[in-house]
């Protein structure tokens, strides 16, 4: 794992290239300047861990560049929660709930990543707050997607799940 400089990276950074991203998909240039150049842009080779299961949850990455496979691990097997490419998010939800990892993430390909911890977040919100108003639009969006999914696929396992006892 490597930090890629913003000023130097080879990936393109344009507002207008990362607004096409669901993530970033109507922040205003300014505002994604403003987090590309706070948060930290982190290079992964194909096969390279992200992080791992109860890795503390204080950040969380958009995908620049790459794939990566977030998996959730049982007694005696892995199993692949969810894939992400370009434009998604990945750790939001345990940065909002406070809570630590609950599986780890590897890079399926070469990939470039944007971590944006509870700091920039928080000065993000400070300093945009009609733009931190659509990121957090956004990142909903994106995790209503993924509910929506998981709700499919327990449903069609014929899987029941009781949230009132959580």
């Known amino acids: 794992m490597n930090t890629v400089n913003a000023k130097n990276c080879p990936y393109d950074l344009s507002p207008e290239t990362l607004k096409t991203g669901s993530i970033f998909g109507a922040l205003s240039p300014s505002s994604i300047e403003y987090l590309v150049h706070r948060g930290d842009l982190i290079e992964l080779k194909a096969g390279e ?14 995908i620049i560049e790459g794939t990566l496979c977030y998996y959730r691990d049982s007694d005696d097997a892995s199993s692949l929660i969810r894939r992400v490419s370009f434009g998604q998010a990945l750790g ?15 890079a399926e390909t070469d990939s470039v990543l944007l971590k944006i911890d509870y700091n920039v977040f928080g000065e993000f ?5 009609f733009d931190f108003g659509i990121l957090i ?21 014929g899987i029941s799940v009781d949230l009132s006892k959580n």
């Open 137 to 157: 639009l956004n990142l909903s969006r994106d995790m209503a997607r993924n509910v929506q999914v998981l709700s499919r696929t327990l449903a069609d396992a």
């Open 125 to 129: 919100h400070d300093r945009f707050a």
């Open 92 to 106: 939001y939800v345990t940065m909002i709930s406070l809570s630590s990892r609950n599986g780890h993430a590897v």
């Open 49 to 62: 861990q992200l992080f791992k299961d109860d890795d503390k949850g204080d950040n969380f990455y958009v």
